[in-house]
């Protein structure tokens, strides 16, 4: 296949599902050799071989980004198998809602881990290779619901407010190697992020919202990725709203 992308490589956290799984079949579609990461194994099989019976190429690398070790081995075994990385899009994270008074504070963990941290040490892991190549790009999940927040999703939104103040100072530090960061922040997008919220009103609540509106789809979102990945050079899109026409 000759696509945008082709000679690329991307390395796309959280694959197993939703926005990532959607993202890793776009940048493959369009011609990048992909690496995909997350706990699911299985899921993360089943992926590579449908993107390669569709003439892509992708490599499964079962990853919890919490585990710095596990980082460390996602990004050399990325490097060995593609050469290189040009792409890394920091998907992986958790969304888990609740009323700060009775929240549960190993989900407020959880949420700073994967959301932030994870998204913090795989950066790190993997600018060596990205600043070794022909230009290098960073892109990040936050959210818009740092934009217009909601009860109960404070400490989500405090994830998530934090990967945006990690990449723009991230991008002052690397544009002079040529190496862009971009964050996109979706609304409502239907996916199995509820699906692990513990908090059974606010899970409830959340899939009733979901319901309720014409949300997004991961292929929408994987969209906005391609977009800002596809620009020339000199253009670096550093930040991109993606909300469904419904959500008014
Ligand atoms: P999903 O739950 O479908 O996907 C989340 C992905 O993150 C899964 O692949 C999951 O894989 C992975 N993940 C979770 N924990 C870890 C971990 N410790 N290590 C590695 N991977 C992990 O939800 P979405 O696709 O919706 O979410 C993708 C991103 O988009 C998230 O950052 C989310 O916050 C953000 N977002 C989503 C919105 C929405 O409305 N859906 C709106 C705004 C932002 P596994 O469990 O196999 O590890």
Redo the contacts with the bound molecule.
């Keep these: 296949a000759t696509g945008e992308l082709d000679g690329t490589v991307a390395l796309v ?8 799984a959607a993202t890793a079949e776009t940048l493959a579609a369009a011609g990048a050799d992909v690496a995909l ?4 194994a299985d ?1 993360l099989e089943t992926l590579a071989t449908a993107i390669e019976n569709d003439g892509g190429t992708a490599l499964a690398i079962p ?4 585990d710095r070790a596990a980082v460390e081995e996602m990004i050399a075994r990325t490097t060995e198998a593609f050469g290189g990385i040009d792409a890394l899009v920091n ?5 888990l809602p609740a009323p700060v008074e009775r929240a549960d504070r190993d989900d407020w963990r959880q949420m700073v881990e ?2 932030l941290l ?1 998204t913090m040490t795989v950066t790190r892991a993997a600018l060596p290779a990205l600043r070794a190549g022909d230009g290098g790009h960073v892109v990040a ?1 936050s ?3 740092i934009q217009s927040p909601s009860a109960r999703f404070g400490a989500y939104a405090a994830t998530k407010a934090g990967v945006v103040a990690f990449a723009d100072s991230l991008r002052a530090e690397v544009a002079d190697d040529g190496v862009r960061v971009t964050v996109v922040e ?4 239907d ?3 509820p699906d692990r919220i513990t908090d059974e009103g606010t899970k409830a609540d959340v899939e009733t919202l979901v319901a309720s509106m014409r949300a997004l789809d ?1 292929e929408d979102v994987a969209a906005a990725v391609q977009y800002a990945l596809t620009r020339p050079a000199h253009v670096s899109v550093d930040q991109l709203t993606v909300r469904p026409t419904d959500a008014g």
């Design positions: 956290t959280g694959a197993s599902s939703g926005i990532g990461a997350a706990r699911r899921r990853t919890d980004v919490t998907n992986a994270g958790v969304m994967v959301n994870g999940l959210s818009d619901a979706p609304g409502v997008t996916t199995e992020l991961g």
